[in-house]
């Protein structure tokens, strides 16, 4: 995915607070070589932000979610779709956004098998999404839209949610 433009600079912005230098920004991500490179230290990072709340001031998970993003943008090896749903479920909580990309970074290589099929990716990757809801530690805020999508979950709709 190359996510670029506005969306790039508002989730890179809003991720960055303090200037304290982790391991994520040791990792250089702007080549696709260094991006291949780097996939092991993705799925560590994703799993960094889905272990932690969704609110908090580690500093370290701010790292991990722009390291992340960067990621994302830069790698040639992998697409990830951004759909209209995932945008609604998310408005206003940019966040919440940095733990879908998260959970799609981490379901796409953990699944390189099926990585290409966008259907699939989608599914495993907002069954994660999920999963983080619905844990209360987790302190995500079940919204209209929150509550939608956990009950076409429950009900197994979540393809039919994602529009396929």
């Given at each position: ?50 272990s932690k709340p969704l609110k ?13 993003i960067v990621w994302m943008s ?48 989608q599914l495993g990757s907002y ?38």
């Amino acid at each position: 995915m190359k996510i670029t433009g506005p969306i790039l600079t508002f989730l890179l912005f809003g991720f960055q607070s303090q200037a304290q230098v982790t391991e994520y920004d040791m990792i250089p991500v702007k080549t696709p070589e260094e991006c291949k490179a780097a996939e092991s230290k993705v799925i560590e990072a994703a799993n960094l932000v889905l272990s932690k709340p969704l609110k908090g001031n580690d500093n370290s998970i701010s790292k991990a979610r722009t390291f992340i993003i960067v990621w994302m943008s830069n790698t040639n090896a992998y697409t990830f779709t951004i759909n209209e749903n995932i945008t609604k479920l998310t408005k206003n909580n940019e966040l919440l956004f940095g733990i879908y990309l998260s959970c799609i970074a981490k379901y796409a290589l953990e699944n390189p098998a099926i990585a290409k099929d966008e259907t699939k990716v989608q599914l495993g990757s907002y069954t994660l999404l999920a999963a983080y809801i619905e844990e209360k530690k987790n302190g995500v805020e079940v919204t209209k839209q929150v509550q939608k999508f956990l009950n076409a979950k429950k009900a197994g709709k979540l393809e039919e949610y994602i529009g396929k």
